[in-house]
């Protein structure tokens, strides 16, 4: 892979696969990325709650990554034959992020992808929104990938090495009733990632975004407040009750937001529009690419 | 009321208009002609210096205003808070509705504005401009909207930026708060469409305020002088739009808040409305 050229002269053994920071790691779309990155050759620090952190969240109403999904998700990254790094935090502390990065670049060298996945999902409307429903969703999806940034961009700056692709949810691209909190936390993610395009495009850093419609996995399709955000007024119960969203009604009213007629976006889909922008998208920086079943075609911009 | 004819005693006779940041720069000239329209006011600062902001507005300079309002004519109620503590704009609005009966209008204008690029960006620059541009909007719009509406009517505006509408260096926080401003905006309109609400956000370029005039500002523009003076950074303000206008005037600002919650705009909302010279006009979107 002629493309690792540019990124990949970070690793201590001289191997010039490079070094990806994952966040979101865990589950999903997180998960995916990391696994097809060390396919290409890269060595992968796994970030996400892993489980010997207690999730600080109480507005939530699915079940957050846990427990052993870190560790499968650095199992797979080692049976693709690289080496992994496993960080179990919360993206909202500092002080564990900024510990991470000479935790992963003193065992695999200076890091020269990274890739924000991680996000928290719920459905709510305005006038009913508390104070830490907004609180949770902006704290994780904006100010958490804000600290991500700040850590580990100056430093591939400095370098002048560097990828980074951010990730958000497809009420970043447009206004979406019902989830004004991730709206406004998702356009705020494009805002700073274009100012921090600008700031280290000079030094041959290049950062977009992903944004992704409904992914079906966990987190997306396991919120039943977003999910009913997105497919109907947020007083009628749809799916079935308690546990996973059932499938039936809720994909067909999803589907039929879609100009693709599809439910949810399959997270391989996801992770190989993430890769592309991770490893082949040099000539290219402070780009927003959707990953939406057709919302784009909506779209003005 | 016809739109052509202006109601006797002003566009917003009879109607309660809360303008949060409203010592002094926008916030005070939005809130005297909106007073001069024949509203009642609700006027909020935080009147109060943060070590993270340029000069912020005084409790004299709030009072200052409460009183160019009621010189106009208005009822007043003037209170310090900080926008950051929504417990305190929901009682300063459940004040209102005791009081006035309802709240009309929201401008959300309360806002600070730092510049440092990523690697010496502190979190204390990040934590606040987020709390108070983004969060702090969004409390105030929180704040109105069930009792906008109940009464299926209302109208809200929320200061955003110029710097919401590209990717600019050196202010990542400010440029993510403001663009976060849009997307609020956008997802509320959709929410209070149905009841009769609109929601907008305003996109100015550089107004001549304090937030426009400091060092800090000037230094961004001119990071080759020392101590850049106003005279000496006015053509390179000038540059950067293609009407070659330096900084507007806080009344070109203000028509465009009053139109959006006039009768006139009453059927404009989601927007995101650039006042720039045409800085936007380089844009897609």
């Known amino acids: ?301 | 009321m016809g739109m052509t004819n202006a109601p006797a005693g002003g566009r917003f006779a009879g109607q309660v208009v809360l303008v949060t940041g409203a010592a002094k720069g926008q916030g005070r000239g939005h809130a005297v002609r909106f007073a001069e329209e024949g509203a009642s006011l609700l006027l909020c600062d935080i009147a109060e210096q943060l070590d993270t902001a340029g000069r912020m507005g005084t409790a004299e300079e709030l009072e200052a205003t409460a009183d160019l309002v009621r010189a106009a004519g208005a009822a007043v109620v003037s209170r310090r808070v900080d926008v950051r503590d929504d417990v305190a704009l929901q009682a300063l609005v459940d004040d209102a509705v005791e009081t006035f009966g309802t709240v009309d209008v929201l401008v959300a204008n309360a806002g600070i504005a730092t510049y440092a690029p990523l690697e010496t960006l502190s979190d204390a620059w990040w934590d606040d401009m987020v709390d108070i541009n983004l969060t702090g909007v969004a409390n105030a719009m929180r704040a109105v909207a069930p009792v906008m509406r109940e009464r299926r009517s209302g109208a809200i505006v929320a200061t955003s930026s110029a710097a919401a509408r590209e990717g600019v260096p050196n202010a990542a926080h400010y440029s993510a708060a403001k663009w976060g401003v849009i997307g609020l905006v956008k997802s509320a309109a959709i929410e209070l469409g149905p009841f009769g609400v609109t929601v907008n956000a305003v996109c100015p370029m550089s107004v001549d305020t304090d937030m426009c005039h400091n060092q800090a500002t000037y230094t961004l523009f001119r990071p080759d002088l020392d101590e850049p003076t106003r005279d000496a950074v006015a053509d390179t303000f000038a540059s950067l739009n293609v009407m070659g206008v330096p900084w507007l005037d806080v009344r070109d600002v203000t028509e465009a808040v009053v139109y959006l919650t006039s009768e006139a705009g009453r059927y404009v909302t989601g927007t995101a409305l650039d006042i720039a010279g045409g800085w936007n006009a380089g844009h897609l979107a």
Request: hydrophobic residues 45%; aromatic residues 2%; proline residues 4%.
């Open chain 1, 1 to 301: 892979m002629s493309d690792r050229g540019s990124y990949g002269s970070g690793r201590r053994d001289g191997g010039g696969g490079g070094v990806a920071l994952v966040t979101g790691a865990g589950r999903g779309v997180g998960r995916a990325v990391a696994v097809a990155l060390a396919r290409r050759g890269l060595d992968i620090g796994v970030v996400d709650l892993g489980g010997t952190v207690a999730p600080g969240y109480r507005t939530l109403d699915y079940e957050l990554s846990g427990g052993d999904d870190l560790e499968s998700t650095a199992a797979e990254v080692r049976s693709a034959g690289r080496r992994a790094v496993v960080l179990d935090l919360d993206v909202r502390d500092r002080s564990a992020v900024r510990a991470a990065v000479p935790a992963v670049e003193d065992a695999l060298g200076p890091i020269t992808h990274l890739v924000v996945a991680s996000g928290v999902v719920s459905g709510v409307p305005i006038h009913r929104m508390t104070r830490s429903q907004w609180d949770e969703v902006v704290d994780t999806n904006l100010t958490g990938a804000f600290n991500v940034v700040k850590a580990v961009v100056p430093g591939m700056a400095s370098r002048r090495c560097g990828s980074v692709v951010l990730t958000c949810g497809s009420e970043s691209r447009r206004g979406v009733g019902g989830v004004s909190h991730a709206s406004a936390a998702g356009w705020a993610l494009v805002g700073m990632a274009k100012a921090v395009a600008m700031e280290v495009a000079a030094a041959g850093v290049t950062v977009q975004v992903a944004a992704l419609g409904p992914v079906g996995s966990v987190p997306v399709r396991s919120s039943r407040s977003y999910v009913e955000a997105l497919v109907g007024p947020a007083d009628d119960p749809v799916g079935d009750g308690g546990g996973p969203v059932g499938e039936g009604g809720v994909d067909a009213r999803l589907a039929a937001r879609h100009p693709q007629g599809r439910p949810w976006v399959d997270v391989d889909e996801a992770a190989a529009v993430i890769e592309f922008l991770a490893t082949g998208s040099r000539a290219m920086t402070g780009v927003v690419v959707d990953v939406d079943l057709g919302q784009a075609a909506r779209n003005s911009a």
